[in-house]
């Protein structure tokens, strides 16, 4: 007999975003972005992005003029990779480290259901 393993919303969520950090990360964004590493928050329901920024994006403020803010808002509604997670209601949160002062967190915000729905 056969024996078929289904896996809930949560679990494929943690299994996808370790898989994505071990098999990806760091991987360059752009001239002045690296993405560090996936995370998944079972208790809040939240998928959290770390980022790196290098270069003349390496300052404190540069992402604080609430363009940044719009400008993730905008790409999670247009990105179907997160379909089923947006689907489930599922948060999206984004930090922005410093490359350059290790531990220096330069910008960070929370995506709500609210706010790409």
Not at 37 to 56: C, E, M, N, P, Q
Not at 64 to 93: H, I
């Amino acid at each position: 007999m056969l024996y078929s393993c289904h896996e809930n919303l949560e679990d494929r969520a943690a299994r996808e975003t370790k898989e994505f950090t071990e098999k990806k990360c760091p991987a360059v964004v752009d001239q002045f972005t690296i993405m560090d590493s996936i995370t998944f928050d079972r208790a809040t329901k939240t998928v959290h992005s770390y980022y790196s920024l290098r270069g003349t994006a390496d300052t404190v403020g540069v992402l604080n003029d609430g363009n940044a803010r719009s400008a993730l808002v905008d790409e999670l509604k247009r990105n179907t990779n997160n379909k089923v997670y947006k689907d489930a209601k599922f948060q999206f949160s984004y930090t922005y480290y410093s490359a350059r002062r290790k531990g220096l967190v330069l910008y960070e915000t929370r995506v709500t259901p609210k706010d790409y729905e």
